[in-house]
């Protein structure tokens, strides 16, 4: 990965951290069932709530909203706001996907190439990749979300 790119996905993960997208948690849609999730990684107390709300119009279910609170550092926090803004409105088929992907990512120690059309600014925390203690904290959120989706069904 060139200097310059490295640069641009540490302001990225920057912005996320401070942003947060998705925080604080708000109650879901009127009719919609919906699940949350509660994680905490040990090893550095980074620590996240996250409540999803699914839509099921006959047709597929939807993941009709996302939120979060957590604490944590840049990492954890900037990948829930990331994940918030990215799987927004998606299918749960396409969200699985995605979520896999992610994984996928985050397992390789940095011997694949993120995909960004999938991953969107979430291909910013490949860099985590190469350091298995800080994959954690980028997978927090992700973890929480599939959690908070089993519970919502």
Request: aromatic content about 4%.
């Amino acid at each position: 990965m060139s200097a310059e790119l490295q640069q641009l996905y540490q302001q990225i993960i920057l912005e996320h951290a401070k942003k947060r997208n998705g925080s604080p948690l708000v109650d879901p849609p009127q009719g919609d069932k919906s699940g949350e999730s509660h994680m905490l990684n040990p090893t550095c107390g980074d620590e996240i709530t996250l409540r999803a709300a699914v839509h099921d119009d006959g047709a597929g279910i939807t993941l009709s909203a996302i939120s979060w609170d957590g604490q944590g550092c840049s990492i954890s926090m900037a990948s829930a706001s990331v994940l918030s803004d990215l799987v927004q409105g998606m299918d749960r088929e396409e969200l699985l996907k995605v979520v896999d992907t992610f994984r996928e990512l985050m397992r390789s120690r940095g011997s694949i190439e993120a995909d960004e059309e999938i991953l969107g600014d979430a291909a910013a925390l490949s860099g985590v990749s190469r350091y298995p203690a800080r994959v954690k904290c980028a997978m927090l959120a992700w973890v929480a979300l599939e959690e908070a989706l089993l519970a919502a069904n």
